[in-house]
Each structure stands twice: as structure tokens, then as C-alpha cells.
Nanobody
Framework: VQLQASGGGAVQPGGSLRLSCAASSGLFSRMAWYRQAPGKQRELVASIDSDGSTNYANFVKGRFTISADHAKKTADLQMNSLKLEDTAVYYC??????????WGQGTQVTVSS
């Protein structure tokens, strides 16, 4: 099973980007987006479980929205009001049933003026 992430790019502060992640096959109990900035550890941005429950890091609440389509095996991250500190490589993650952790290849998001 492979995860394919897309949608990264460069944007000015206050702008928006939408990241998408698609799995080639499988059933998933959780989909999520993580990010890793230079010199920092990878951190959770947002997650969504198969029951629809979501979890957001405090630093993105009110700005980012995660959504998932389990039939299509996709997870999207809508990022609004982007800040300089949102610059990072963003990784999609999916937990394939029964319990296999899958990671996408990472997509760069750069917020700069």
C-alpha cells in the first residue's frame, strides 16, 4: 500500500493551500497530517478517525480543517490563514487495519513574504 501526497507549494502569509493524500488500497482507522520543520521533530497537525472524530494541534485550530473520504481512501488538509511558522514538510499518515502505520513521501509547504 502506498500513500501519495500532493498540494504543497509556496504561499504568502494569510494565504491558503490544500493538501491531499490518497492510498492505493486498504481500510483505515485513522488518517492524519504531520509536519516537520527544519531542526524540529515531526509533530501532529490534525487527525481524523473512521468515526469522524477529529483532533487538531492547538497551533492550527480554527485555521486548518482535515477531512477524509474512506470510500475514496483520501485525506485532505485545508490550510487557511497560513503563517510563516507553518513552513514545513507535511506528511500524510494512515493507520491501515488492523494496525499498520503508513506514511506518505512528504510535501513542502513554504510560507514567505
Amino acid at each position: 500500500v502506498q500513500l501519495q501526497a500532493s498540494g504543497g507549494g509556496a504561499v504568502q502569509p494569510g494565504g491558503s493551500l490544500r493538501l491531499s493524500c490518497a492510498a492505493s488500497s486498504g481500510l483505515f482507522s485513522r488518517m492524519a497530517w504531520y509536519r516537520q520543520a527544519p531542526g524540529k521533530q515531526r509533530e501532529l497537525v490534525a487527525s481524523i478517525d473512521s468515526d469522524g472524530s477529529t483532533n487538531y494541534a492547538n497551533f492550527v485550530k480554527g485555521r486548518f480543517t482535515i477531512s477524509a473520504d474512506h470510500a475514496k481512501k483520501t485525506a485532505d488538509l485545508q490550510m487557511n490563514s497560513l503563517k510563516l511558522e507553518d513552513t514545513a514538510v507535511y506528511y500524510c499518515y494512515m493507520r491501515k487495519l488492523p494496525r499498520t502505520d503508513l506514511w506518505g513521501q512528504g510535501t513542502q509547504v513554504t510560507v514567505s513574504s
